[in-house]
C-alpha cells in the first residue's frame, strides 16, 4: 500500500468529521465514496455470503428488531440446534450457487459448554468443503473464541447494532459494552471480525454517525461491514416504524466505505424491499459484499437467480469465483446453475 491510500486507514475519526461526510451533496459523496474504493478493490466484483440459521427463535434476549426473541409474538416456529451433517448439506449447495463464505446463525445470547463440540464440528465440515467459515452465535468469552479459532473460524460476525445512545432503546439484556468485549475476544484470537449494525430503526442521523464512528475506531477495522436496514417483522416492538429515506440508507453505505476503505461493506438484510435500481446505488456507494439465497435468518431475501440476472445486467462479478469467461456470461451461466438446482430439488422431492 503506498504512503497515500495508509493515510486514509485512520481510527481516530471524530463525530463532526463523520456528520461532514453525511451533509455532503449526494453526488459529491457518491464520487467521493467510489474514488476511495476503487484504490482498495475493483469496483465491479462483489463477495457473496450465504446464511443458515442453525438455530432458531427462543431466544432470551430482547432485541427490538428480532423476529427471534422469545418475547415477541412473530408466530416464528422454533428449531433446535441443526444436525451437523444437515447444515454441511446446506453448505454444499451454498458453494454450488456460487457463495464463497458460508454464514452460521443461531438465536442464543452465547453458546453453552454442551453446543461448542457441535458448532466444532460444523466450521471443521464446511471449511473441508473450501468455503471461508463466518459464525454468529451471540456473545463470546475469550476461551470460546480461542476454540473457535482453532476450529478454523475464518470470521465471527457481532454487530454493534446502533450507537451506544441509542443502544438503550433497542436492547436492555446485554450492553454495548458486552458487544465491545466479545469482539475484543475474536479479534485477539486471530479470526475477522464482521460488525455492522442496524439503520431504519427509528434513530437519528446522529445515531448513524455514532454507529460508524464506533466500528472506523476500532483499533482494526473490522474486515466486513455490514449494513442491514431493518426488516420489520410483524410482532416486534419495531414492525410499525417509520421507513428510512432510501437516500439516507445509500449515504449510510457510503460513509461506511470512506472511514473503512479495507473492509469489505455489505448490502445485508432489506435487499427484498429494495428495487435493482437502489441495490445498484449502493454499490455505487462502495458496497461490496451480498447475503445470498432466497432466506437470510427467518426472513425473505431475494432469490438466488434474481441476483446473478442483477449482477449480469451491472457486469459484476462474483468474488472469487473462478473467472474464465466474461463476467456478464458468468453470472449467466450461475443463472443456469441455480435453476438446474432448483429442477433437481424438485424432482427430488417429489420423489420422497
Ligand atoms: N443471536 C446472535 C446475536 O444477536 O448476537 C446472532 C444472531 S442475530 C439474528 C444477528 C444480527 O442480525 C443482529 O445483531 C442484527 O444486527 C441482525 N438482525 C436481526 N434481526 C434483524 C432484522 N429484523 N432486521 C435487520 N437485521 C436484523
Ligand atoms: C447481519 O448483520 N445480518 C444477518 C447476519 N448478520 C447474521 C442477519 C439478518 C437477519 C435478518 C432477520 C432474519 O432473517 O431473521
Ligand atoms: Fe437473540 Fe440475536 Fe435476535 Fe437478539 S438478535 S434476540 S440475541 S437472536
Redesign the pocket.
Known amino acids: 500500500m503506498s504512503a497515500i491510500t495508509e493515510n486514509l486507514i485512520r481510527s481516530n475519526w471524530a463525530a463532526v468529521e463523520v456528520q461532514a461526510l453525511f451533509d455532503l451533496p449526494f453526488n459529491d459523496l457518491m464520487f467521493k465514496a467510489q474514488t476511495v474504493h476503487r484504490q482498495f478493490f475493483d469496483p465491479n466484483t462483489v463477495q457473496i455470503s450465504q446464511?443458515l440459521?442453525i438455530k432458531t427463535g427462543a431466544c432470551p434476549e430482547d432485541c427490538k428488531?428480532?423476529?427471534?426473541s422469545t418475547r415477541y409474538d412473530t408466530g416464528l416456529k422454533v428449531e433446535p440446534l441443526m444436525e451437523v451433517d444437515h447444515v454441511i448439506e446446506e453448505a454444499r449447495a451454498a458453494k454450488q450457487s456460487g457463495a464463497t463464505r458460508f454464514?452460521m446463525?443461531a438465536a442464543w445470547r452465547s453458546p453453552k459448554k454442551k453446543d461448542m463440540p457441535y458448532v466444532v464440528a460444523m466450521v471443521e465440515g464446511v471449511k473441508s468443503l473450501g468455503l471461508e467459515t463466518c459464525m454468529?452465535l451471540g456473545m463470546l468469552t475469550e476461551g470460546q473464541s480461542q476454540e473457535l479459532a482453532a476450529a478454523g473460524l475464518d470470521y465471527y460476525?457481532h454487530?454493534l447494532d446502533t450507537s451506544p445512545e441509542y443502544y438503550e432503546d433497542i436492547i436492555t439484556t446485554r450492553t454495548y459494552g458486552d458487544r465491545l468485549t466479545t469482539l475484543e475476544n475474536v479479534r485477539s484470537a486471530g479470526m475477522k471480525v464482521?460488525s455492522?449494525?442496524?439503520v431504519g430503526m427509528g434513530e437519528e442521523l446522529k445515531d448513524r454517525v455514532g454507529l460508524l464512528m464506533q466500528l472506523a475506531n476500532l483499533p482494526v477495522h473490522p474486515e466486513s461491514v455490514?449494513?442491514?436496514m431493518l426488516?420489520k417483522?410483524d410482532g416486534t416492538p419495531l414492525d410499525n416504524v417509520d421507513d428510512l429515506e432510501p437516500f439516507d440508507f445509500i449515504r449510510t453505505i457510503a460513509v461506511a466505505r470512506i472511514l473503512m476503505p479495507k473492509s469489505h461493506v455489505?448490502l445485508?438484510?432489506g435487499r427484498e424491499e429494495m428495487n435493482e435500481q437502489m441495490q445498484a446505488m449502493t454499490f455505487l456507494a462502495g458496497a461490496n459484499s451480498i447475503?445470498y439465497g432466497e432466506?437470510?435468518?427467518?426472513?425473505?431475501?431475494p432469490s438466488a437467480n434474481k441476483d446473478m440476472e442483477l449482477f449480469a445486467k451491472l457486469g459484476i462479478k462474483p468474488e472469487g469465483y473462478a473467472q474464465t469467461h466474461r463476467p456478464e456470461d458468468e453470472a449467466a451461466m450461475l443463472v443456469d446453475k441455480i435453476q438446474q438446482q432448483e429442477n433437481d430439488a424438485v424432482f427430488y422431492n417429489a420423489a420422497s
Open positions: 446464511l440459521s428488531y428480532c423476529p427471534q454464514c446463525g454468529t460476525n454487530n464482521c455492522g449494525g442496524i455490514p449494513i442491514n426488516v417483522v455489505r445485508s438484510a447475503f432466506k437470510l435468518l427467518t426472513t425473505p431475501n
